[in-house]
């Protein structure tokens, strides 16, 4: 199975990585980050290329690269306390 490295920047500016299956829904990914930093995961939208990201898209579905960036966005009212 083909790998792809993903960074993921936060509204913050805090990177992330991520290396992910290319064919593996982005969900696995969108809600580990959440988990990571409390946020609530149906409140945060995560867009590539100005398109909002579905948990049933695929990096592969979105054509992307390794190294490509994906931003999520999140009020700070929705995020969980650790």
């Not at 920047?9 to 805090?14: I, L, T």
């Not at 959440?34 to 939208?45: E, I, K, S």
């Not at 049933?56 to 009020?75: F, P, Q």
Request: hydrophobic share 50%; net charge neutral; proline share 5%.
């Amino acid at each position: 199975m083909e790998y792809i490295l993903l960074f993921v920047v936060g509204q913050d500016g805090m990177i992330t990585r991520f290396r992910i299956k290319k064919r593996l829904p982005l969900r696995k990914l969108m809600n580990t980050f959440c988990d990571l930093f409390g946020v609530v995961p149906l409140q945060a939208l995560f867009a590539y290329n100005g398109l909002v990201i579905q948990g049933t898209d695929t990096a592969a579905s979105l054509e992307m690269h390794d190294g490509d960036a994906i931003s999520v966005y999140w009020a700070p009212s929705i995020i969980t306390p650790n």
